[in-house]
Each structure stands twice: as C-alpha cells, then as structure tokens.
C-alpha cells in the first residue's frame, strides 16, 4: 500500500477513532525506516527526507532512554553532526538549539565511527564545573521539558513531504 493510500485509510480510521490513528503513522514510519535503513546501517538505502526523520527518532529515542550522553556512545550518535539539520527541518527548532549545545560540549567534532568515537569519550574529563557531564545534564532536562511537540513535528513533516516516504 503506498503511503498516500495509507495516510488516506488513517485519516478514515481517525474519524471513527481520532486519537489512535494519526499517532500511530509516526512510530509505524519510524519502525518501517528503520528496518529499511537496517537500523542505521544501511543509510543508502533512505532518501534525505526519510534520513531526516531517521535520525530525529532516534535521538528522541535514546535521549529518553538515557540521556545524551547515552546518544552519543551509541550507534545512533554516527549522525550526531546532522541531528540540528535533521530536528531544523522538521520544524522543532528548541530541540535543534538543545541539541547544538550538547554537541558543542564536547568542544570538537566527535567521530562518525562508533569505536573511534567512543574510545574517544572515554578518554575525556566529563566531570568538573561547567563540564561535559553539566552541560549534557542541562540539555537531558531541556530536551525532557518537550518544548517542541515532537509528535505532531514528525506527523507534519511526513504528511508535507509524503511523496518521499514509501509504503509502510
């Protein structure tokens, strides 16, 4: 079923049960990229706008699992140099500021390789005022305070761009 004839079918479904229908497309896209992009190994086999949104679910999703320091030791920070991008894009721009300061914290362009970038962060002084670990701690409570409505964000961004976004 390609995505227009999907979104139609939601937006049937939303008349008879209006919450459920529109909120599940975000986490079913998130699910079908995801697979599509082997989980983040595959990236060529996603256009920009799918990778955009990509890499925005990804940070949302680490961030609440652990916070950014979480992020950035996992596979998901390999695109931690184009989540301002990817959160400016999609409209969530709070987020995208909250996301430069914690990349700025580490006062370098961390590594797109998982294993170089790790052996990276571990051999870094996290601790101490105003340092890696406070910075990152600010940013974990500002991103937690949902400025951006990251739901309806991500909604709006598929439902703009749908001619990009293959079937589910």
Not at 109 to 136: F, K, S, V
Request: charged share 30%; proline share 2%.
């Amino acid at each position: 079923m390609g995505l227009f004839r999907f979104l139609k079918k939601k937006a049937e479904e939303e008349k008879d049960n209006s919450s459920n229908a529109s909120y599940n497309l975000v986490p079913d896209m998130y699910i079908h990229i995801a697979e599509k992009c082997k989980y983040g190994d595959a990236m060529e086999n996603i256009n920009e706008y799918e990778r955009i949104f990509y890499i925005a679910q990804e940070l949302e999703g680490e961030v609440n699992n652990g916070g950014f320091a979480q992020y950035f030791y996992n596979p998901s920070g390999n695109f931690a140099s184009e989540t301002v991008n990817a959160f400016t894009q999609i409209g969530a721009l709070k987020t995208a500021e909250i996301c430069k300061k914690a990349i700025s914290a580490f006062k370098m362009e961390l590594p797109a390789d998982r294993a170089e970038r790790e052996e990276l962060l571990d051999n870094m002084d996290w601790d101490g005022i105003g340092g890696i670990n406070e910075i990152l701690d600010e940013c974990d409570h500002s991103f937690y305070a949902y400025e951006d409505d990251l739901h309806s964000l991500c909604l709006t961004y598929i439902t703009a761009h749908k001619a990009y976004f293959d079937k589910l």
